[in-house]
Protein backbone atom coordinates (compact mmCIF):
# COMPACT_ATOMS: atom_id res chain seq x y z
CA UNK A 1 0.00 0.00 0.00
CA UNK A 2 1.20 3.21 -1.14
CA UNK A 3 0.18 5.38 2.14
CA UNK A 4 0.07 2.47 4.86
CA UNK A 5 -1.52 2.73 8.02
CA UNK A 6 -1.03 5.82 10.33
CA UNK A 7 -2.29 6.05 14.19
CA UNK A 8 -1.41 8.77 16.38
CA UNK A 9 -1.40 8.85 20.17
CA UNK A 10 -0.07 10.18 22.83
CA UNK A 11 1.23 8.22 26.06
CA UNK A 12 1.70 10.51 29.36
CA UNK A 13 3.83 9.45 31.98
CA UNK A 14 2.82 10.71 35.60
CA UNK A 15 5.50 11.12 37.64
CA UNK A 16 5.21 11.80 41.45
CA UNK A 17 8.44 13.16 43.30
CA UNK A 18 9.63 14.10 46.96
CA UNK A 19 11.44 17.50 47.12
CA UNK A 20 12.75 17.94 50.49
CA UNK A 21 13.65 21.72 51.52
CA UNK A 22 15.42 23.30 54.52
CA UNK A 23 15.44 26.92 55.77
CA UNK A 24 18.57 27.07 57.77
CA UNK A 25 18.39 28.88 60.62
CA UNK A 26 15.43 31.77 60.53
CA UNK A 27 14.30 33.73 62.94
CA UNK A 28 11.10 33.69 65.50
CA UNK A 29 9.21 36.63 63.15
CA UNK A 30 10.24 34.17 59.66
CA UNK A 31 9.16 31.01 61.53
CA UNK A 32 5.79 32.47 62.36
CA UNK A 33 5.23 33.57 59.18
CA UNK A 34 6.41 30.21 57.40
CA UNK A 35 3.87 28.30 59.56
CA UNK A 36 1.14 30.12 59.02
CA UNK A 37 1.74 29.73 55.23
CA UNK A 38 2.18 26.24 55.82
CA UNK A 39 -1.59 26.05 57.56
CA UNK A 40 -2.48 27.53 54.70
CA UNK A 41 -1.60 25.11 52.50
CA UNK A 42 -1.33 27.58 50.06
CA UNK A 43 2.01 27.61 49.39
CA UNK A 44 2.66 26.87 45.35
CA UNK A 45 -0.19 26.74 42.84
CA UNK A 46 0.22 26.50 38.94
CA UNK A 47 -2.21 25.88 35.93
CA UNK A 48 -0.81 23.86 33.03
CA UNK A 49 -2.09 21.81 30.32
CA UNK A 50 -1.06 19.03 32.38
CA UNK A 51 -1.99 19.98 36.09
CA UNK A 52 1.70 20.05 37.62
CA UNK A 53 1.72 20.80 41.05
CA UNK A 54 3.36 20.97 44.33
CA UNK A 55 1.46 19.77 47.75
CA UNK A 56 3.02 20.12 51.26
CA UNK A 57 3.15 17.22 52.84
CA UNK A 58 4.87 17.60 55.82
CA UNK A 59 7.64 19.76 57.84
CA UNK A 60 9.29 19.44 60.60
CA UNK A 61 10.92 22.05 63.22
CA UNK A 62 14.10 22.42 65.59
CA UNK A 63 14.64 25.25 68.30
CA UNK A 64 17.92 26.23 68.76
CA UNK A 65 18.85 26.26 72.31
CA UNK A 66 21.13 28.98 72.52
CA UNK A 67 18.77 32.11 70.45
CA UNK A 68 14.86 31.98 69.45
CA UNK A 69 16.28 30.56 66.01
CA UNK A 70 14.55 27.46 64.41
CA UNK A 71 15.45 24.97 61.68
CA UNK A 72 12.59 24.03 59.43
CA UNK A 73 12.92 20.94 56.93
CA UNK A 74 9.25 20.72 54.45
CA UNK A 75 8.49 18.12 52.30
CA UNK A 76 6.78 18.50 48.97
CA UNK A 77 5.04 16.00 46.49
CA UNK A 78 5.33 17.25 42.92
CA UNK A 79 3.69 15.54 39.96
CA UNK A 80 4.80 16.12 36.51
CA UNK A 81 4.06 14.69 33.20
CA UNK A 82 7.09 13.55 31.26
CA UNK A 83 8.51 11.19 28.87
CA UNK A 84 5.77 12.01 26.34
CA UNK A 85 6.23 10.55 23.32
CA UNK A 86 3.96 9.88 19.89
CA UNK A 87 3.36 7.14 17.95
Avoid: R
Wanted: glycine share 2%; charged share 20%; hydrophobic share 35%.
Amino acid sequence: MPTGQKHVATYDTKITKKLICNTGWVDETHFDWLMELMKSNNVYASSTAYSNYLNLTDWTYKKSSLDDLFDVEVTFEYTVYENNISV
